[in-house]
């Protein structure tokens, strides 16, 4: 038995809670994660995993010898690095979950830069607007916009999303310009909700010492954000979004920003993962090559 290997898929077994989805990230067969993990058992002697049907658990003493798991993959990452001056030589895989525009409008088109300076870096790039699972999914970092809830991550803030309230010319041509939040009682907004059946939340402004919420018309609910720019395109209401994701679309006319003094507090962007410690280097490496560049989107 790779005593290493083993130790690898252990704590990947752990950190997603599923020998399935643990053998899915690592590229190998369901069988072969459940031998090893078997296999480490019964020469440490003790059980480390309480299985059952839908999920695994660490034990106590799993949860002591994944601790120290860490600590000693995170060792050997370290020690590997002192020799490899050269980028060329970061190698291994890296799963980074995005939003679509910032993967789209941001990051995927500086991405070849990067690829090219570490050529061993394999990257799986996640981009949708659900909120990913950090630990269970494998994630090693997660771009996120918007308030964070306390989960237990390390979060560095990377900067902020300035808001504009915006709809078609075709839409304000029908219906007129609003100029101020009590005019939308007369007018339709397109909701946006992660979550649909959720109540929608209305349309939010800062009025200079605080947000609030005026409830508004409108009789569709989406939770893309690709959709919910269609859908404004189209002329079905209006919206509120990050400027920097319709910047192009203002430029061009084909939206119309409205109620300019009216827009909700700018969105903060946040870089988010796992653990401050036992991060591989070339996870360090890409991380500070993305804060850069979403720095640069935000601003």
């Given amino acids: 038995m790779d005593k290493i290997q083993a130790m690898q898929i252990f704590v990947r077994v752990a950190e997603m809670e599923s020998f399935t989805r643990a053998a899915t990230s690592l590229g190998l067969p369901k069988g072969s994660v459940s031998r090893q993990v078997q296999a480490l058992e019964n020469q440490l002697g003790t059980r480390m995993l309480h299985r059952t049907t839908r999920r695994v658990q660490l034990t106590q003493d799993g949860q002591v ?3 120290r798991c860490r600590e000693i993959l995170s060792l050997l990452d370290d020690t590997d690095a002192l020799f490899q001056g050269d980028p060329a030589t970061l190698s291994g895989k890296l ?3 995005m939003p679509v525009a910032m993967a789209t409008l941001a990051v995927i088109p500086q991405l070849a830069t990067f690829m090219q300076q570490y050529p061993g870096i394999e990257l799986e790039l996640s981009s949708s607007d659900r909120q990913v699972d950090v630990v269970r ?4 970092c997660v771009v996120r916009v918007g308030t964070l809830h306390d989960s237990g991550l390390i979060a560095r803030t990377l900067g902020q999303l300035r808001m504009v309230n915006c709809a078609s010319a075709d839409y304000l041509k029908r219906f007129g310009t609003p100029q101020t939040p009590e005019d939308l009682a007369q007018h339709a907004m ?3 909700s992660q979550q649909l059946g959720s109540l929608p939340s209305g349309f939010e402004f800062y009025d200079g010492k605080q947000s609030r919420t005026i409830q508004t018309g409108g009789v569709m609910t989406v939770n893309s954000t690709e959709t919910y720019r269609a859908a404004c395109i189209a002329g079905l209401g209006i ?3 990050p400027k920097v994701g319709v910047v192009s679309l203002l430029q061009a006319k ?3 920003e409205v109620l300019p003094g009216f827009t909700a507090q700018p969105m903060p962007v946040s870089l988010i993962y796992p653990h401050r410690r036992n991060l591989a280097r070339r996870v ?3 991380m500070e090559w993305l804060g850069q ?4 989107y935000a601003s």
Avoid: N, P, S, W
């Fill in 239 to 241: 919206i509120q979004v």
């Fill in 95 to 97: 799963r980074v979950d």
């Fill in 254 to 256: 084909t939206l119309v």
């Fill in 190 to 192: 397109i909701h946006y």
């Fill in 137 to 140: 999914e494998g994630f090693d």
């Fill in 293 to 296: 560049v979403v720095k640069a």
């Fill in 284 to 286: 360090h490496v890409f």
């Fill in 65 to 67: 010898y994944y601790d």
